[in-house]
Structure formats: C-alpha cells, structure tokens
C-alpha cells in the first residue's frame, strides 16, 4: 500500500467540491453554502453534497456479479431486491445509531461533463455525506479515516507506473484496464470500492467485482435509491469480509498451534520392553493443548525404562515452552546416560538459563527401572510420591516370588517420599538422592502431577490430596478399571468433584507390568 499523505480532519461535503444538492423529485438544484473546494477544482454546479449520519449494507446480498447486474437492473426498475434495512455498526464505524456519519468518496474525472450524483439517503433517511476527487492524488489526501466506501469512475485514466524497491518505474502490465481499480484497492484495502461503469460494458464491471470491487454501477442510470442502496450494501459487505477473513486467519491461527503443541507431546520410546504405557493430558489454559506439565518415557539399549513427568509453575504458554525445553533435555541426557543425581543437576542449569526469571521452577519425579522390571531408583524433585498398585497378598496365595491373587482386588499405595529434593530451581547446589524400591512381578505405576489432587471436593475448600487420590483409584480398582480406562476414570472424576473444569493442568502417566 503506498504511505498515505499525513491524516486530515474530516472535510465536510461542501470541501470536496459539492455546492448544490439535487432535489429528489428531480426538479431544479439548489444552492448550498460553500465554504471550500479541493485544490485547483472549482464547485461544480452537478456535484452533489450531503451530511449526516449513516447506516450500513442491506441484508442477504449476494457476492457475485451476476446477482449484481440483477439488482441494479431490479433497482432502476423499481423494484426491490433486499428485504428490510441493516442494522447499525457496520465495518465503516457509521450506522442508524449516528456514532460517525458515512462517507462517499467519489473518485471521477470526465472531460466531457461532470458527474451528476443524486441526493443519497441513508436507510433511516439520513442524508450521507459526499466527497470528491478528480485524481489519484486528491483520492489519497482525500481517504480520511471517516470515508467508508469509495465510489470509483472505471474511466479514469490510468496512473502512473509505480516505483520498484530498485527506484526505476515498474512496466504496467499490458492491456490492463482495470488498472486504476487495482491501484485504488491498493491504496484503500480497508475500504469498500464501488466501480462506475458504462452501461455497455456489463464484462468490465463484472471483472471489476472479481478483481476486488464489492459491486459495479451503470453510469447513467444511477438514482438516489440504487445508489444509495448500493453503498449501504457495499459498506456492509466489506465489513463482513474482513470479518470473515479475520475468522478465517484466527481459525488457521488455532489449527496451526494445535499442529505445533501436538508435535510437541511426546511420543514414548519402549521398543523392545514388555511395559504397557498410558498417559493423559489436560491442559488448564482454554483451546490448548499444552502446558506446563510435562512427561516422557524412554528406554535405554540396557533394557532400563525412564519414566518422567514434571511440572513448571503457572500454567500459561511461556511454562509451556519450558516444560517442552525441560522434557527434550531429560531425553537427550537419559540417551546419554544420565540418571539421578547427575541428571536433575544438569536439568537445574538448563532451567536457571531458560527460565524468565528467578522465580520459575519445576518439580520433577523420575523413575528409572531395572531390565527385569522388579526394581525402580526414585527421584523426587519436590514432586508427588507415584502410586503403586499391586496384587493384594494373601497369606495362603503368596508364592516366592511375593506375587499375590490376581483374583483379589489390587492394592494402592503411595511410594515412598521422605528423601525427597526440592524443586528444580530453588536452591543452588541443591541435591535429590536416589532412592531404591521394590516393585515386584507384577504392578501398575501412576505418575502424575499436582493438578489431579488439588481439585476442590465440593463447594468448600477441602482439596481432594493424595489421599483421597488413592481412596479413589482402590476404588476405581475394584471396579476392574486398568490401563487409558483408569486414567480417563481418575481425571473425570476429579473434574465431577471439582465441580467443573480444573484450572491447572493435569497429567497422568502409567506403566504396567503383567508377570
């Protein structure tokens, strides 16, 4: 779009060269004051000026230039094409209500007699305002931020070839003869464009109206009812289209950060192990689909299976991108070799470096377990304990190997959490011992993060917590409820407790190991 001349005041209609106004019945003009003209053009005695307030389009126009020919025909017969009046605040800022006037300007040269324009009205028989311009160069210092639809003459000549980023004049393209509807739309792409065409050049004003006009007009059959039907209509449908183009970027806004967090979840890596994997993720922030929760899986070329899940404070898209950050760190360092102690201190630096400032931490929890599936080290970064569930032992059932009944509902039980570290980020030097647990032949291991137990338990203040937690997964349990249906059980009803959606995120990985 080429730099507009600095912003004027609003010219009132008489500024733009209107001094008389064309009665309606169309009997003899008259004479209105004249306080100014535009630059180098005297008051045309045919030019016709009006002020007021204004309403927009009407309603159920179609879009293409077919139905347009059709309602201008229908129009200068006397006949009606739309149905009632649009309601005000249309795309221009003017409407029934008067909170701005509506603005035509009116873009025409023609040597061999002016423009004869009728009294325009709006829907509520408003006057609206015109304005003129015999040039390009009048148009641009003319589009002042009230005009709302511009009303431009096809025959107008051409301008001038416009100035490549190299100085030197580009070369207009060939037989172009819209040329100057183009350069108009270029320079008022916010505003609705009217074409002006002869009435024997039907094909012209229909490219005009594929080209980018909202409709075409026939030269010499304009009246005050098409006219002004035809710039409400204009007015209205330019609004719409940036709204439905605003829709339409945002709807391709939503689908390509859905595509990018989807991405960003992460995909487990458990080639080759007997373990069965389930997780699930909520998200506190509305229409997301991360957050600051985090969590990943890998196992080792020794056999070892890491689990992980953690948690960044706060719940928006910066946490978000650190988790993500803190999650592909704690795969490549797992890859490495990393674990432990040696693992959370290395993950601490990469948050202190990331981080926006030194009030964002992270818990974290991982667990890493042995080849044989038997035996687990824990860390525990300021992270809830995981939950274990196991086969209930019965004296008379337990075998050596310390299974228990697979026909007794299982047992679930928080692992152990007195050894715990703080949170990463809180204290320098800080350090998380690793703890060995035992798991046996056969168990489900429950990580998940705080979102799943600070829900409320109804309208007081009482949180759910870890214990009610494992009350409600032995009792899920006992229901027969395993693997993605757990999961989806626990979280729908910490949601139905909480009395509606969480406000943190909330995530739950789980690992089973069937003997």
């Known amino acids: 779009m080429p730099v507009p001349v600095p912003r004027q005041r609003a010219i009132p209609a008489v500024e733009g060269g209107q001094a008389h106004a064309a009665s309606p019945s169309g009997g003899p003009a008259q004479a209105a004051p004249a306080s100014g003209a535009l630059s180098g053009q005297e008051p045309s005695s045919t030019r016709h000026g009006t002020s007021g307030d204004a309403s927009h389009g009407d309603h159920g126009a179609t879009a293409d230039s077919g139905a347009a020919v059709q309602r201008a025909d229908a129009v200068h017969n006397g006949g009606a094409v739309h149905n009632g009046d649009?309601?005000?605040?249309?795309?221009?800022?003017?409407?029934?209500?008067?909170?701005?006037?509506?603005?035509l300007l009116v873009i025409e040269d023609d040597p061999g007699g002016a423009l004869t324009l009728p009294e325009l009205r709006d829907a509520a028989g408003r006057q609206i305002r015109v304005?003129?311009?015999?040039?390009?160069?009048?148009?641009?210092?003319?589009?002042?931020?009230?005009?709302?639809?511009?009303?431009?003459?096809?025959?107008?000549?051409?301008p001038?070839?416009?100035?490549?980023?190299?100085?030197?004049?580009?070369?207009?393209?060939?037989?172009?003869?819209?040329?100057?509807?183009?350069?108009?739309?270029?320079?008022?792409?916010?505003?609705?464009?009217?074409?002006?065409?002869?009435?024997?050049?039907?094909?012209?004003?229909?490219?005009?109206v594929r080209v980018g006009a909202q409709d075409y007009l026939f030269r010499?059959?304009?009246?005050?009812?098409?006219?002004?039907?035809?710039?409400?209509?204009?007015?209205?449908?330019?609004?719409?289209?940036?709204?439905?183009?605003?829709?339409?970027?945002?709807?391709?806004?939503?689908?390509?950060?859905?595509?990018?967090?989807?991405?960003?979840?992460?995909?487990p890596l458990l080639e080759g192990s007997s373990l069965r994997f389930a997780a699930r993720y909520r998200p506190g922030r509305s229409r997301a689909l991360l957050g600051g929760d985090f969590y990943d899986t890998v196992r080792t070329p020794d056999g070892t299976v890491h689990a992980m899940i953690g948690d960044v404070c706060g719940h928006g898209p910066d946490e978000a991108a650190l988790g993500v950050e803190l999650r592909?760190?704690?795969?490549?360092?797992?890859?490495?070799?990393?674990?432990?102690?040696?693992?959370?201190?290395?993950?601490?630096?990469?948050?202190?470096?990331?981080?926006?400032?030194?009030?964002?931490f992270a818990t974290l929890c991982t667990v890493d377990i042995a080849p044989d599936g038997r035996r687990a080290g824990l860390c525990l970064a300021g992270h809830p304990a995981p939950l274990i569930s196991r086969p209930?032992?019965?004296?008379?059932?337990?075998?050596?190997?310390?299974?228990?009944?697979?026909?007794?509902?299982p047992v679930?039980?928080?692992?152990?959490?007195?050894?715990?570290?703080?949170?990463?980020?809180?204290?320098?030097?800080?350090?998380?011992?690793?703890?060995?647990?035992?798991?046996?032949g056969e168990w489900s291991l429950m990580l998940y993060t705080d979102g799943l137990i600070e829900g409320r338990t109804g309208e007081g203040k009482e949180r759910l917590g870890q214990d009610g937690m494992v009350d409600m997964v032995r009792r899920q349990l006992a229901q027969g409820l395993r693997g993605?249906?757990?999961?989806?059980?626990?979280?729908?009803?910490?949601?139905?407790?909480?009395?509606?959606?969480?406000?943190?995120?909330?995530?739950?990985?789980?690992?089973?190991?069937?003997?």
Not at 132 to 152: M, S
Not at 329 to 354: F, N
Not at 393 to 409: I, N, Q, T
Request: glycine letters at 10%.
């Open 328 to 360: 592909i760190a704690w795969r490549a360092l797992t890859l490495a070799g990393l674990c432990g102690d040696r693992l959370l201190s290395t993950l601490q630096q990469v948050l202190e470096h990331e981080r926006d400032n030194d009030e964002i």
């Open 131 to 158: 304005r003129t311009a015999r040039n390009l160069t009048e148009a641009e210092r003319l589009l002042t931020d009230d005009v709302q639809c511009v009303l431009l003459d096809l025959a107008l000549r051409t």
């Open 220 to 267: 010499d059959e304009l009246d005050s009812r098409l006219l002004s039907r035809a710039v409400r209509y204009a007015v209205e449908r330019k609004r719409s289209d940036r709204a439905e183009r605003r829709l339409t970027e945002s709807k391709l806004r939503a689908q390509e950060n859905a595509r990018l967090e989807r991405g960003l979840l992460p995909t």
């Open 160 to 208: 001038a070839p416009a100035t490549t980023s190299e100085g030197t004049a580009a070369e207009p393209e060939p037989d172009d003869e819209l040329a100057t509807l183009r350069h108009v739309l270029r320079l008022a792409p916010r505003h609705a464009v009217l074409a002006l065409t002869p009435a024997e050049d039907t094909e012209r004003g229909a490219e005009a």
């Open 392 to 409: 209930a032992r019965s004296r008379a059932l337990v075998g050596a190997d310390g299974d228990g009944d697979a026909g007794v509902p």
């Open 412 to 440: 679930a039980e928080l692992l152990p959490y007195e050894n715990g570290g703080p949170a990463l980020g809180l204290l320098p030097n800080a350090r998380w011992p690793r703890q060995q647990v035992e798991l046996g």
């Open 484 to 515: 993605e249906e757990l999961l989806r059980a626990a979280v729908n009803e910490v949601r139905d407790l909480n009395g509606g959606e969480l406000t943190d995120d909330v995530a739950v990985l789980l690992l089973d190991r069937v003997a």
């Open 86 to 103: 649009v309601p005000s605040g249309g795309g221009g800022g003017g409407g029934v209500n008067g909170t701005a006037p509506l603005t």
